[in-house]
Nanobody
Framework: QVQLMESGGGSVQPGGSLRLSCVVSGYTNSRKCMAWFRQAPGKEREGVAKLNSNTGLTHYVDSVKGRFTISQDNAKKIVYLQMNSLKPEDTATYYC????????????????WGQGTQVTVSS
């Protein structure tokens, strides 16, 4: 009932910036929490950031605090991940995800997933 489509990935040098976008369509009012995950080859998928669409409360994994910002447009149709001061270890496929409500733990399965967008950080 909800579709997510990521865009904005690409290749950048260390220290550079990218802004990922996630367009949310369908019954968007049924999703009150948005999140970004990432997965590098051979590594476990990890939660990066989440946003409570009702309250604006955000949470970030420690490795991206101070560098990444999750936000949402006022119509709640697009979710962004602003990525600054990018590091090689940020290289991964980034996935947009949606929950009915925000979970307390990253391990809870989202209701919806996007297809992923590749981010590569290298010199």
């Amino acid at each position: 009932q909800v579709q997510l489509m990521e865009s904005g990935g690409g290749s950048v040098q260390p220290g550079g910036s990218l802004r990922l976008s996630c367009v949310v369509s369908g019954y968007t009012n049924s999703r009150k929490c948005m999140a970004w995950f990432r997965q590098a080859p051979g590594k476990e998928r990890e939660g990066v950031a989440k946003l409570n669409s009702n309250t604006g409360l955000t949470h970030y994994v420690d490795s991206v605090k101070g560098r990444f910002t999750i936000s949402q447009d006022n119509a709640k149709k697009i979710v962004y991940l602003q990525m600054n001061s990018l590091k090689p270890e940020d290289t991964a496929t980034y996935y947009c995800a949606a929950y009915v409500i925000c979970p307390n733990l990253w391990s809870e399965k989202p209701a919806d997933w996007g297809q992923g967008t590749q981010v590569t950080v290298s010199s």
